[in-house]
Each structure stands twice: as structure tokens, then as C-alpha cells.
T-cell receptor, first 111, second 113 residues
Framework: GESVGLHLPTLSVQEGDNSIINCAYSNSASDYFIWYKQESGKGPQFIIDIRSNMDKRQGQRVTVLLNKTVKHLSLQIAATQPGDSAVYFCAENLNFNKFYFGSGTKLNVKP | DADVTQTPRNRITKTGKRIMLECSQTKGHDRMYWYRQDPGLGLRLIYYSFDVKDINKGEISDGYSVSRQAQAKFSLSLESAIPNQTALYFC????????????FGEGSRLTVL
């Protein structure tokens, strides 16, 4: 989910479990969405994207689901690993112009 | 070598000083962006440029200026730094209008005392 104030929501999962990170986007006309991973001290890294004419897209160990009816995006990570620990945030894009970013969810993977 | 390089990576300065953050890219992308990241908040767009002759304000451009010196270089300036400009700054590039994702640099952490 999205954060309020200075505190990011945190999702703690056990290594090997599946993780689901959610994002509510703001503009019903947004037509392109991206999930980014940001490790401490690093820049955001692209994970997976999806266009609005799709409702599901799969990558390696990751799946993005798009529900345009409720303006909701989710990222599923299969068999979560310690290296997946990071902040994850979604970005929405309208007409391939500017991106708008969510504040992120911190994923903590417990060994 | 990184595709998007930011310098400096860390800078501490005093109120009123002029600061320049530099970004260079080897991806050959036309579009370049400067974002600001504050704890608990999403990335916010400061300025963006679609080519060398094109500069546009983002949502939080007050107190900042930019220069697109070449296709590969886009610098961000704080003419007179103030403490609430303390943040992590990211440069990003994008291929073109239909070019998919933004590619980010590693960030420049600026502290204004």
C-alpha cells in the first residue's frame, strides 16, 4: 500500500514464501504502469511493467496484476529471497508523458 | 560503468550556497529528468527535458534550475540552497515517448545545513 507521512508500510515475509505488494494509483486514465525496486543507497531499478490493455504480466519470479476498475496494481514475488529485501514502489504514466510515483512499501525478508 | 552517472554522490553545504548536481548518460536517450526523493514520499519531478532545446518544469521546480548542455548531460542547480532542499536527488533517462521505463542514476544525497 501507499505510505502516510514518513513511515513506509512494511511487509515482512519468510524466505521462500510468496510476497504480494499493493499499490493504489490515482488517475483512471493512466495507461502504463511500472514496478521499481530500490535497495538502500541505490537508485530505483525496473522490475516489470504493464500497459493498461492488459490485466496480468509475468516475469521471472514476478507477476504484476492490474485492476483498472478499482485502480489497483499488485506485485507478486514468488519464493521470496533475502536479496528481494528493498523498498518497492509503483509508477503510473499517462499518455507516455510524466510518471507519478507511489511512496513505496518496504519488503523485509526473514531468513 | 553505470549508464546514468550522477556527481557528486554526496554533498554537504550551507544555506545560501550555490550547488550543481550533474548527470551524464551513455544510453543515447533524448529524455532526461530530475527527481527528488524525501523519506516516506514518492519521487517528485523537478524538471525534465525532451531534447537539448526543450526544458520543462515539473511539479516542484521552485528554487531549482537546469541546463541541458548536450544530449548526454543534464545538470540541476540550486541557486541559493535552503535546508528544506535536503533530499536525495535522482537523474533519470527515457528513450522516447513510447520508450518504456525510466532508467535511474544512483542518486545524489544533498544536505543543506
Amino acid at each position: 500500500g501507499e505510505s502516510v507521512g514518513l513511515h513506509l508500510p512494511t511487509l515482512s515475509v519468510q524466505e521462500g514464501d510468496n510476497s504480494i505488494i499493493n499499490c493504489a494509483y490515482s488517475n483512471s486514465a493512466s495507461d502504463y504502469f511500472i514496478w521499481y525496486k530500490q535497495e538502500s543507497g541505490k537508485g530505483p531499478q525496473f522490475i516489470i511493467d504493464i500497459r493498461s490493455n492488459m490485466d496480468k504480466r509475468q516475469g521471472q519470479r514476478v507477476t504484476v496484476l492490474l485492476n483498472k476498475t478499482v485502480k489497483h496494481l499488485s506485485l507478486q514475488i514468488a519464493a521470496t529471497q533475502p536479496g528481494d529485501s528493498a523498498v518497492y514502489f509503483c509508477a503510473e504514466n499517462l499518455n507516455f508523458n510524466k510518471f507519478y510515483f507511489g511512496s513505496g512499501t518496504k519488503l523485509n525478508v526473514k531468513p | 560503468d553505470a549508464d546514468v552517472t550522477q556527481t557528486p554522490r554526496n554533498r554537504i553545504t550551507k544555506t545560501g550556497k550555490r550547488i550543481m548536481l550533474e548527470c551524464s548518460q551513455t544510453k543515447g536517450h533524448d529524455r532526461m529528468y530530475w527527481y527528488r526523493q524525501d523519506p516516506g514520499l514518492g519521487l517528485r519531478l523537478i524538471y525534465y527535458s525532451f531534447d537539448v532545446k526543450d526544458i520543462n518544469k515539473g511539479e516542484i521546480s521552485d528554487g531549482y534550475s537546469v541546463s541541458r548542455q548536450a544530449q548526454a548531460k543534464f545538470s540541476l542547480s540550486l541557486e541559493s540552497a535552503i535546508p528544506n532542499q535536503t533530499a536525495l536527488y535522482f537523474c533519470a533517462t527515457r528513450q522516447d515517448r513510447d520508450g518504456g521505463e525510466l532508467f535511474f542514476g544512483e542518486g545524489s544525497r544533498l544536505t543543506v545545513l
